[in-house]
């Protein structure tokens, strides 16, 4: 069975501080990972992927299939980083069906002035 | 485009009544998602439609129950309700082969 933990619910760090929100898996296969936002009052949307080894909004997340690991990291807070965070995970999409997204419990990060 | 939309927004019904959300996917996506999200927890995979078909199915009971319109708009369906069907349910869209999904602001449906 595909499992998510974010071990941290409440994440509190000032303005221009490292952040790492914590995010591990369990899947007895390839996975993909995804991080998911959601600001306050706004819809839950994509933040990053793992496939795209991409940069956005400074933050970054490293697949570690060793430790089954996929945190979140920004060198810099700001306030607006404020927000809801999950992590995500799908299986391999089988033929005639799209990704289906395990979540984690979310982490909200406050960032302080 | 407005995106993935989703009505109503609000929802109160009591124990043993039925429900029908609906959703709207993004303009040009073809496969819509529902997810039920619980107060504290993250999302959870109930249904995925394709091609007007369910594909894949999450650990819900047979009391939810989904379609897909030719249009591609969808409709979750939940009978006789239970007070743990108090929840967020959130509809997500994408199209069939890519890994990103848009999620609708969500239906709160509160059951008394």
């Known amino acids: 069975a595909q499992r998510v933990t974010q071990p941290e619910k409440l994440l509190s760090v000032f303005k221009g501080a490292p952040v790492e929100l914590k995010c591990n898996y369990s899947y007895s296969g390839s996975p993909e990972l995804f991080w998911y936002v959601q600001y306050s009052r706004q819809r839950l949307q994509l933040l990053l992927r793992h496939i795209s080894r991409e940069s956005i909004k400074g933050f970054t997340a490293d697949l570690n299939k060793g430790e089954t690991s996929f945190h979140l990291k920004k060198p810099f807070a700001q306030e607006e980083d404020s927000a809801m965070y999950y992590c995500a995970l799908s299986g391999p999409n089988s033929g005639g069906s799209n990704y289906k997204l395990t979540f984690g419990k979310g982490t909200l990060l406050t960032v302080n002035p | 485009d407005a995106g993935v939309t989703q009505s109503p927004t609000h929802l109160i019904k009591t124990r043993g009544q039925q429900v029908t959300l609906r959703c709207s996917p993004k303009?040009?996506?073809?496969?819509v998602s529902w997810y039920q999200q619980a107060l504290g927890q993250g999302p959870q995979f109930i249904f995925q439609?394709?091609?007007?078909?369910?594909?894949q199915r999450g650990n819900f009971p047979d009391r939810f129950s989904g379609h897909q319109f030719p249009n591609y708009s969808s409709e979750l369906n939940v009978n006789a309700l239970l007070l743990g069907d108090s929840a967020l349910y959130l509809c997500?869209?994408?199209?069939?082969?890519?890994?990103?999904?848009?999620f609708g602001p969500g239906t709160r449906l509160t059951v008394l």
């Open positions: 997500a869209s994408s199209l069939l082969g890519t890994d990103t999904q848009y």
């Open positions: 439609y394709y091609e007007e078909e369910e594909r």
């Open positions: 303009s040009g996506h073809d496969t």
